[in-house]
């Protein structure tokens, strides 16, 4: 498949590592927001979104359970990015020079041993690729960024140290998004389907709503719950299951779950990625 992914961030973040990986025939294209990547699908300007769901440190990426719904867009792939963190810094420079290094928030606690081991100090920044780019336009000697070695090779720094992260578990996965679902395919390693429901108000709904998947054998990977339009009262459910809406098994428990909810919306059908096991 030709034309644009459209993601959120800079160039050489994870999200641009994670359109390389798995488009690498397209032309990745960066967005400001989450909202101005849907948009880009929506307008025709890129023909998927790569959106980060979930991720295995920090959990939920937030707001994004909240757009899937509202979107108008189908999952028709998803995508694990391992996040590997480098520090990088301008050619030339030793380690020994850099007294701070800037990432965004969530990366400089997953490499506290590395940057107390060296006495460097982080310093938050909006965005990871970002802050590499900034190094690189100011040409600043004494500070480092952490980041993906994708950003290191688009700015042009050098890396000191590759891999610096404390725990070697960290992975984000992607969901990819288009206009128009896919249900005609089948993958190699089991198909996956996910959707959003809300129950009805009666007692027990949610726990009889999810007896159809166990009574038919059909895996439920994830359940979150979030709230509606600030409500307290108003609930909605994110689901990720095993299986294809053609399956037998599937079929019928989502008929059961049917029965329980006041609104079900399919999100997409789509092959599990094999990294998922």
């Known amino acids: 498949m030709t034309g644009r992914i459209a993601f959120q961030g800079e160039p050489g973040a994870y999200s641009h590592e994670a359109c390389r990986d798995a488009r690498p025939e397209m032309e990745p294209l960066p967005c400001r927001t989450f909202e101005d990547v849907i948009d880009a699908v929506q307008s025709g300007a890129a023909e998927l979104a790569m959106l ?4 295995t440190t920090y959990g939920r990426v ?3 359970h909240r757009l899937l719904p509202e979107s108008g867009l189908y ?8 996040v590997h963190i480098s520090l990088m810094a301008l050619p030339g420079v030793q380690i020994e ?9 969530v990366l400089i606690p997953q490499c506290a041993s590395f940057l107390a081991r060296y006495g460097i100090r982080g310093e938050a920044a909006a965005d990871s690729a970002g802050a590499a780019a900034e190094i690189a336009a100011k040409e600043e000697r004494t500070v480092g960024a952490l980041a993906s070695d994708l950003a290191a090779e688009i700015y042009g720094l050098n890396i000191l140290a590759r891999h610096i992260e404390d725990h070697a578990h960290n992975t984000t996965r992607f969901l990819i998004m288009a206009k128009e679902p896919n249900r005609a395919r089948r993958g190699d390693h089991g198909m996956m389907t996910t959707f959003v429901f809300q129950v009805r108000n009666i007692p027990a709904a949610l726990y009889k709503a999810m007896g159809g998947f166990a009574t038919n054998g059909v895996n439920m990977t994830k359940l979150e719950s979030y709230m509606v339009d600030g409500s307290f009262s108003a609930t909605q459910f994110y689901a990720d299951i095993e299986g294809h809406p053609d399956d037998a098994n599937v079929r019928l428990a989502l008929e059961e779950l049917d029965y329980f ?12 990625d094999p990294s998922r096991y």
């Open 52 to 55: 980060p769901v979930e991720n």
């Open 62 to 64: 937030a707001d994004i």
């Open 75 to 82: 999952i028709v792939d998803e995508a694990f990015v391992r």
């Open 97 to 105: 020079e850099i007294e701070k290094v800037r990432a965004h928030l």
């Open 261 to 272: 909810t006041s609104s079900m919306t399919l999100l997409g059908v789509y092959p599990a």
